[in-house]
């Protein structure tokens, strides 16, 4: 069996943690501002107090969160809820199959968050930051 380093896979956890992030703001700054080709046929933005409009909020911000691994946890089960609601409101009316009907990239941003959700972070994230600076001096080997 191949050894992996754990720090190795750390580190692939926090990369992962970023570049889905970064993509997942590309879908919100597209809804939000009309950046990136704009939303909808016409491009532009949506409405902020639609569905769509929340979605923009949720990605932009969201995925910032997500970028800077703060609050990753509770951000990752936000954003996987909502993947999951896009999914059954825009995807699965047109068909059962992901691939038919477009919605295999929110089920694969749901699996991704699933795992930020259960995981954590992973490396180069503010969560780990913070969390180290709350330790009791104690915990952190310094004595007192």
Known sequence: MIQVSPKLVD????????AAGL??????VQKLFGWL????????AAPLFSL????????????????????????AVIL???????FARVHLPQGFWPILSG???????????????????GRFA??????RGAEPAAAQGVRT
């Open 11 to 18: 580190t692939a956890h926090g990369i992962m943690r970023i």
């Open 23 to 28: 993509l997942f703001m590309e879908h919100g």
């Open 37 to 44: 080709g704009g939303f909808g046929p016409q491009g532009g």
């Open 52 to 75: 769509f409009g929340v979605a923009g909020v949720l990605e932009t911000f969201g995925g910032a969160l997500i970028v800077l691994g703060l609050l990753t946890r509770p951000v």
């Open 80 to 86: 996987l809820l909502e993947m999951l609601f896009a």
């Open 103 to 121: 919605g295999e990239l929110a089920l694969l941003y749901a699996g991704i968050y699933l795992y930020l959700a259960a995981a954590g972070p």
């Open 126 to 131: 503010l969560d780990r930051v913070l969390r």
